[in-house]
């Protein structure tokens, strides 16, 4: 059986708000994890690696830790297959494949081309390619079928080539419209795409999700397993466990984990100037310009805002925050805030947890071994961003 072994960098300070939930091959990318994502690429290698065996693959990946923000592709493993025992894998001054030896001085190959995770837009700017690149991975896991109307539903009709509409054992699409012309549709096992809706491919619906009636979604868009999506949605990520169920525009941005979004929150995802988004940035603790023209709302696990919430261009939202009020949400907002309208406080640690132990209870889940406590460090460690809030 392939096992993969993983580590974290630094630069995982500017995957903020995204922190330990995700790390050691937990993030989602497009439809998988990266370690699902690995496992498979492994277990196919003898397919694209004309030279070598699943074993030998295996054995190489044995002898060390692979950096959490990898994507891995063909060129990745062919990469790894040539190192000689000891030796570590680089791209520039990234640490991709770290040795497991111990004595003497390991010696390191480079590997310019590695497709890396570097900033939490990359999940919304990146999201067609992944979806494109895992057409043949969903297909297999899910056991996906190429749309039938006799059988997926005699009232929807899909625009563009049929071929590309994958459905998954209990999926359904009801009276809606299913455009393939600029990518593929994937719907995940009893997934649910109900009556009036819209969708634009490149998408993706994984599994136990529902489109609500009436739902216009643009590609590409990636939402996660146990959503509720509603109104409008344009090139954006959820990571799963996540509510929009009712109207509001949601453009270019990622949204984590078990978070809830009240009926008509919407992101402005474009500045009316039209010049570039500001981001915080999380190294340097300030606003800084990037070259992105659409940039909507960046949102940690666990967070929820009130209905009617308006958050700006390039908001960041930490991890376990409420959101409040009529105005506008300031652009970056600290791990663990209460309030809005400029008046702040703590989130307590306590109701946290009596809150989000009932929010997963309501998709028959629980808090995992061991993961209250690390949301518990992760409170400490950034109660420094609470304190300087205004």
């Not at 081309?113 to 991975?137: K, M, N, V, Y």
Request: a negative charge; proline letters at 4%; charged letters at 20%.
């Amino acid at each position: 059986m392939t096992q993969c072994t993983f580590f974290s960098d630094e630069h995982w300070k500017q995957l903020y708000p995204f922190s330990f939930p995700h790390q050691i091959g937990k993030m989602r990318w497009g439809a998988f994890t990266l370690e699902q994502l690995w496992i498979a690429y492994v277990g196919n290698a003898q397919l694209s690696l004309k030279h070598l065996s699943l074993s030998d693959v295996q054995q190489r990946l044995s002898l060390g830790a692979i950096n959490d923000r990898w994507i891995p592709d063909a060129d990745a493993l062919l990469a790894l297959s040539k190192l000689e025992p000891g030796q570590s894998l680089n791209c520039g001054k990234t640490v991709l494949f770290q040795s497991n030896k111990t004595a003497g001085q390991p010696t390191a190959q480079d590997f310019p081309e590695a497709s890396l995770i570097c900033h939490p837009t990359d999940f919304f700017l990146q999201c067609g390619r992944a979806i494109e690149s895992q057409t043949a991975l969903l297909q297999t896991r899910w056991d996906a079928q190429t749309w039938d109307p006799a059988v997926h539903g005699a009232h929807t009709v899909v625009i563009g080539d049929s071929n590309l509409v994958f459905m998954a054992p209990g999926a359904r699409a009801m009276a809606s419209t299913l455009n393939t012309e600029n990518g593929p549709i994937f719907i995940g096992p009893n997934a649910e795409i109900q009556e009036g809706s819209h969708i634009r491919g490149p998408f993706i619906l994984d599994e136990g999700s529902i489109v609500k009636m009436g739902s216009r979604v643009y590609g590409p868009t990636a939402i996660g397993p146990q959503c509720r999506i509603g109104g409008e949605v344009s090139n954006s990520v959820f990571l799963g466990y996540s509510n929009k169920g009712h109207d509001g525009f949601v453009g270019n941005s990622v949204i984590g984990q078990w978070c809830n979004l009240g009926a008509d929150t919407n992101t402005s995802n474009l500045k009316n100037n039209y010049s570039s988004v500001r981001l915080w940035d999380a190294a340097s603790s300030s606003i800084q310009t990037t070259d992105l023209q659409f940039c909507g709302l960046i949102m940690g696990d666990h967070s929820k805002c009130a209905i009617n919430t308006m958050f700006n261009t390039g908001t960041i939202i930490g991890a376990g925050s409420v959101l409040v009020g009529s105005s506008f949400i300031p652009k970056h907002v600290p791990p663990f805030s209460w309030g809005g309208d400029g008046h702040w406080t703590e989130h307590r640690f306590d109701r946290f947890v009596e809150t989000e132990t009932r929010v997963m209870e309501r998709r028959q889940r629980q808090w995992e071994n061991g993961e209250e406590d690390r949301w518990k460090r992760e409170f400490e460690v950034t109660s420094g961003l609470r304190s300087s809030q205004s």
